[in-house]
């Protein structure tokens, strides 16, 4: 097994991961970490697509790869953002949920 | 010389990961982000033992990122551990 | 098998040692100021030993030069991080 | 079974343990730690995979500034992750939820297998045209030309995201200072190491930003470890971030897309078109973007990540 295909499985494994955490964890946080579980591994099902594409010269196809470059940027501006709501309801209601029956009497 | 260099890799990368049972154990913060600051060097002198190995170009430039970066969770973490006197809440 | 490649071997050997013992540390003193004297060891030794073994094997000068400076900027950080974190503990824990 | 083969299927194991150890930590801060090393792991698959300019930016981005936002937001949140009671799922649910993810995994895994080898592929193409560029590194030419469009709308969806961080101020603290406050005096070893790190960082940061054009690097990672070294300076609080509404620091937030823009427009006139680059001087002009575009990123992301201003504005001094 090349280590491309391994990547390539260990992404689907980590996108199988992070789904399951998104449905099961409640805790937002928690929620967007698994976001990113689940991110990295589409990523790495696109540097099997770059490994498996290596033509001409390159070890891997640059344009998979410029793909996830900018993936990782942007899943990294959305994460910032969404910790950034977060924090901030915490600030405001001292909980982390938005489920009414939750919010803590302060 | 090319397998020797990846064994030690591995076994490198093998030891340090047996440290991150520390991230699972703690007890405390400190623990966790210590097995963390180890995992990070061990990263490093994998990443070079396999570039080395593999003949891949441009990986010492990886590997001075990541070593600007070693400190990085250390610090975060102490910053946001240390006591707000003066601070915001 | 040269002179350099020996050298490497001893070299990369010895630095695995000692990340080896910086894990066992880590996992077997029991508190954490002493489980910091570990991790100091695996960052300072073990790397610097590896990197110390893969010079012979570097392209070229500026390659070697890196390598260095990769070692450098782990001891520069490994150290405040040992420091930040030892003074972390000790701000929590007063001594007796 | 060779030692490489085996190093893999450890990298492997390793990687997904720890993400499954993410997901199962009961505490919020071990699983933001193991996200850190998470990251660590991931950037060495991308070295096995060959894609160096992907794990330069998944160690700065993925790892080190994803860490740190993670790290801080666990800290101010401790005492909020034991999960409340109603927020608990029956096993049941569960279970259903396991099997609905593995099933899905299945799926992905077999496309995996299934997959051609060698499989599609644009590198022919990039090859040809690369000259056209004057790079040398094919990554750096697709994205500062052959998708300029693509990267220039992600510069765009940064300063968004840096726009919605902002507006989540308080009415008081709006045009205020973000981030922790500057120590009265300086003293320590993080001081020490905040005067001493960032020198060297912006010689490397600039050094791999410089090499993108011909090596594994570029305006990506460059400007992330930029946004490191920033950061390393605003977390051992030797100096306070721009009050957000400075107009400096707005310009310096706009510069790469503007520039990028402004030179794309000019292609209409001298080019083939919007984002064309005139022949010849194209790897100079895609080099000037660049210098812009990391000014951007090094601003931006520091920004992202010390959240909103959060101090009540001081009055006129």
């Known amino acids: 097994m090349t280590a491309a295909t391994l990547a390539g499985l260990t992404g689907a494994a980590l996108v199988g991961l992070g789904v399951y955490g998104l449905l099961v964890l409640a805790h937002p946080l928690r929620k967007l970490l698994c976001f990113n579980l689940l991110g990295s591994g589409v990523f790495l099902m696109f540097g099997i697509l770059a490994r498996k594409g290596g033509a001409a010269g390159f070890a891997a196809d640059p344009v998979p790869q410029a793909l996830v470059i900018t993936g990782i940027v942007v899943a990294f501006s959305a994460t910032a953002l969404a910790v950034a709501l977060l924090l901030r309801l915490f600030e405001t209601s001292g909980t982390v949920t938005l489920n009414p029956d939750e919010q803590r009497p302060e | 010389m090319t397998d020797f260099l990846l064994a030690a890799a591995g076994l490198i990368l093998l030891t340090v990961a047996v440290g991150l049972a520390r991230i699972l154990r703690g007890p405390e913060n400190v623990d966790r982000t210590m097995a963390a600051q180890l995992l990070g060097t061990g990263g490093i002198a994998t990443l070079l033992l396999v570039a080395a190995a593999t003949g891949v170009r441009g990986a010492e430039d990886v590997a001075l990122g990541l070593a600007l970066l070693a400190a990085f969770a250390s610090v975060a973490f102490v910053n946001s551990a240390a006591p707000r006197q003066d601070d915001d809440p | 098998m040269s002179a350099a490649d020996v050298f490497t071997v001893v070299a990369v050997s010895a630095g695995a040692f000692f990340f080896l013992a910086g894990s066992v540390g880590l996992l077997r003193f029991p508190d954490s100021l002493t489980r910091l004297h570990a991790l100091t060891k695996a960052d300072n030794l073990g790397l610097g030993l590896v990197v110390l073994g893969l010079l012979p094997q570097a392209s070229g000068l500026l390659g070697g030069l890196k390598l260095l400076g990769v070692w450098v900027l782990v001891q520069l950080s490994s150290a405040t991080a040992a420091q930040v974190i030892a003074q972390a503990l000790g701000r929590r824990r007063p001594p007796p | 079974m060779t030692v490489i083969e085996i190093l893999d299927i450890g990298l492997a194991v390793l990687v997904l343990g720890v993400a499954a150890w993410t997901i199962a930590a009961r505490e919020l801060f071990a699983a933001a730690v193991g996200y850190v090393a998470y990251g660590l792991l991931l950037s060495l698959v991308w070295v096995r995979l060959f894609a160096l300019d992907v794990a330069l930016t998944e160690a700065a981005i993925g790892s080190g500034v994803t ?176 009050a957000v509404d400075r107009r400096w620091l707005r310009v310096v937030l ?51 990540v010390i959240g909103p201003p959060n101090r009540p504005q001081a009055g006129p001094p």
């Open chain 4, 67 to 242: 860490g740190v936002l993670l790290i801080t937001a666990a800290m101010r949140l401790r005492g909020t992750d034991p999960p409340q009671a109603s927020e608990q799922l029956r096993p049941m649910v569960r279970v259903a939820a396991a099997t609905l993810c593995i099933a899905i995994a299945g799926v992905l895994a077999a496309g995996v297998l299934m997959m051609a080898d060698p499989g599609p592929t644009l590198a022919p193409d990039v090859a040809r045209h690369l000259g056209e560029t004057g790079l040398g590194n094919p990554v750096t030419a697709v994205l500062m030309a052959f998708r300029a469009f693509d990267t220039m709308l992600e510069k765009v969806v940064l300063i968004l995201a840096v726009i919605g961080v902002w507006s989540l101020a308080a009415d008081d603290a709006w045009g205020s200072v973000a981030g922790p406050r500057p120590l009265a005096h300086h003293q320590g070893p993080l001081t020490f190491f905040a005067q001493l790190l960032p020198p060297v960082g912006i010689v490397v940061a600039v050094h791999i930003a410089w090499v993108g054009a011909n090596e594994p690097g570029g305006a990506f990672q460059g400007g992330a470890l930029l946004a490191a070294m920033a950061m390393i300076v605003l977390m051992a609080r030797v100096v306070q971030a721009p």
């Open chain 4, 254 to 304: 706009v510069a790469g897309p503007a520039m990028f823009l402004l030179i794309g427009m000019i292609g209409f006139a001298v080019a083939a078109g919007f984002l064309a680059y005139p022949d010849g001087i194209a790897k100079p002009l895609i080099l000037f973007i660049e210098a812009f575009m990391v000014l951007s990123i090094a601003a931006v992301l520091p920004l992202l």
